[in-house]
C-alpha cells in the first residue's frame, strides 16, 4: 500500500468508536489493527474500504476480520459464580498478586515469573505498552489522585506469546450501575477463554476504594 494509503487508514482507525470486548481487554486495539493491516492488507481486505475509508466508516470490515482472526473460536466460561478457578500456571500468577498504595499512587505488584508484553489503558484512552518485560517483583501503578479520571478504572494485561496466555486485571462497575463495582480477572489460554472475581485470588480492596465505574 502506498503511504497515502496508509495515512487514510490510519485516520479511519483514529476516529472509530467500534470496540470489540474481548481484545480490548488485552491489547491497544487500534495500534494493533493498524499494523496488522500495513504488515497484511490483503488478508484485511484493504483495498476494499477505498475510496473514503474514514467518511464511509468502512474501517469496520477490518475490524471485524480482526477480531475472528483473534477470537471467533474461544471456547468462555464465566467461573464467577463457581468456586472453579482459572487454570495454571495462570491461577499461581495471580495469586501472586499484591495491590500496593504509597500515598494515593495505587499499584498492582506481580511476585511471581511471567515475560511477555505488558498493556496498560487508564480513562480516556491514555495507553501503555510494554514488550518482552519480566514482571516479577515490578509493580504497575494503575490509579493515582492526581490522574484525571482516575475513579473510572483501568485495563493491566499481560502477554505471553510464546505460551498463548492472555491475563487481564479490570474493574467493572455491577449491572453498569456507577457507584458499585468488582474487579476482574480475564484469562486466554490458547482457544479458552475465563472470566473470573480477583477477589478469589488477591485482595482488590485497594482498587475498588477508589473505583466508581
Known amino acids: 500500500m502506498t503511504p497515502r494509503d496508509l495515512n487514510e487508514i490510519k485516520a479511519a482507525i483514529k476516529y472509530m468508536d467500534y470496540k470489540p470486548t474481548i481484545l480490548s481487554k488485552f491489547f491497544n486495539v487500534k495500534s494493533l489493527l493498524f499494523k496488522e493491516?500495513?504488515?497484511?492488507?490483503?488478508?484485511?481486505?484493504?483495498?476494499?474500504?477505498?475510496?473514503?475509508?474514514l467518511n464511509d466508516n468502512k474501517i469496520v470490515k477490518c475490524i471485524n476480520i480482526l477480531n475472528a482472526k483473534y477470537t471467533k473460536d474461544l471456547v468462555k466460561s464465566d467461573l464467577t459464580s463457581s468456586?472453579?478457578?482459572?487454570?495454571?500456571?495462570?491461577?499461581?500468577?495471580?495469586?501472586?498478586?499484591?495491590?500496593?498504595?504509597?500515598?494515593?499512587?495505587?499499584?498492582?505488584?506481580?511476585?511471581?515469573?511471567?515475560?511477555?508484553?505488558?498493556?496498560?489503558?487508564?480513562?480516556?484512552?491514555?495507553?501503555?505498552?510494554?514488550?518482552?518485560?519480566?514482571?516479577k517483583d515490578v509493580t504497575f501503578n494503575v490509579m493515582n489522585v492526581f490522574n484525571t479520571y482516575l475513579t473510572e478504572g483501568f485495563?493491566?494485561?499481560?502477554?505471553?506469546?510464546?505460551?498463548?496466555?492472555?491475563?487481564?486485571?479490570?474493574?467493572?462497575?455491577?449491572d453498569g450501575i456507577k457507584g458499585s463495582g468488582e474487579l476482574y480477572v480475564f484469562v486466554k489460554i490458547g482457544n479458552s477463554f475465563?472470566?473470573?472475581?480477583?477477589?478469589?485470588?488477591?485482595?482488590?480492596?485497594?482498587?475498588?476504594?477508589?473505583?466508581?465505574?
Open 37 to 53: 493491516i500495513a504488515d497484511d492488507p490483503e488478508y484485511y481486505k484493504a483495498e476494499s474500504i477505498f475510496p473514503n475509508p
Open 83 to 135: 468456586d472453579s478457578l482459572v487454570p495454571s500456571p495462570v491461577a499461581e500468577l495471580l495469586k501472586g498478586v499484591q495491590l500496593t498504595n504509597d500515598h494515593g499512587a495505587v499499584g498492582v505488584k506481580f511476585t511471581t515469573e511471567f515475560s511477555g508484553d505488558v498493556y496498560l489503558n487508564v480513562p480516556r484512552g491514555n495507553e501503555v505498552e510494554l514488550k518482552d518485560t519480566q514482571v
Open 155 to 174: 485495563t493491566l494485561a499481560l502477554r505471553d506469546k510464546d505460551n498463548d496466555i492472555w491475563v487481564s486485571i479490570e474493574p467493572s462497575a455491577l
Open 194 to 213: 475465563y472470566r473470573d472475581l480477583a477477589i478469589k485470588y488477591f485482595d482488590p480492596e485497594e482498587i475498588l476504594n477508589i473505583y466508581r465505574g
